[in-house]
């Protein structure tokens, strides 16, 4: 076998060139950052605690925040934007139908029709209240919501602006979540399941 031999020399330099390159990137790091974009994280619409005593009123907001996620719309912000809106809102069954099933069934429609939409949402009651079998006990509330669209969705049959909507809204590890919208049908199989009229 042979030696390799290095001058002092040249470790030395070695060792200061590579001193000089570790303090560089050590300096540098943060005037780097600062020039990279950060995104900005979804913030969930709901409150912390009800206001004016309404014992409903985080419920409801929840079941708003829902509407608002769902149907606030960019096609130009992109799918997964969308998704994480509702996400933030949403209970976590909720998001696994949204990111599963909802989004991808209307993704496609969306973005080839350049949708862009905004809505108004106003609450007209409170339709159910009752504990949900699965998890055990765990509270939810079904609410009337009226939905004004900026512009009608591709897609439909009759193209609304103006149409009722039934939010369910389940109390997830404390707070109140939007889930998923329900048909009235689904309503009425939770009451007969909960022995109300």
Excluded at 25 to 44: D, F, H, N, Q, S
Excluded at 69 to 85: I, K
Excluded at 103 to 122: H, I, M, R
Excluded at 154 to 181: M, Y
């Amino acid at each position: 076998m042979s030696e390799v031999m290095i001058s002092k020399k040249r470790l030395v330099v070695w060792l200061l060139l590579v001193l000089a390159l570790l303090g560089a990137a050590l300096w540098g790091y943060p005037w780097i950052r600062k020039l990279i974009p950060v995104p900005t994280p979804v913030v969930a619409l709901q409150p912390a605690a009800p206001p004016t005593g309404d014992p409903d009123a985080v419920s409801k907001a929840a079941a708003m925040a829902g509407a608002r996620a769902f149907y606030t719309l960019d096609y130009q912000v992109g799918r997964q934007a969308w998704l994480d809106a509702l996400c933030a809102v949403s209970t976590q069954a909720g998001c696994a139908i949204d990111q599963n099933v909802i989004v991808p069934a209307l993704w496609g429609g969306l973005a080839q029709a350049k949708t862009v939409s905004t809505v108004q949402v106003e609450v007209q009651g409170k339709v159910l209240e009752q504990a949900a079998a699965f998890p055990a006990n765990t509270p939810l509330q079904v609410w009337r919501l009226h939905i004004q669209l900026s512009v009608p969705w591709p897609g439909q049959v009759q193209p609304l602006t103006s149409f009722p909507a039934l939010a369910l809204v389940i109390r997830e590890n404390g707070t109140w979540k939007f889930e998923r919208f329900l048909t009235e049908d689904e309503v009425q199989a939770l009451e007969k399941k909960a022995g109300q009229p």
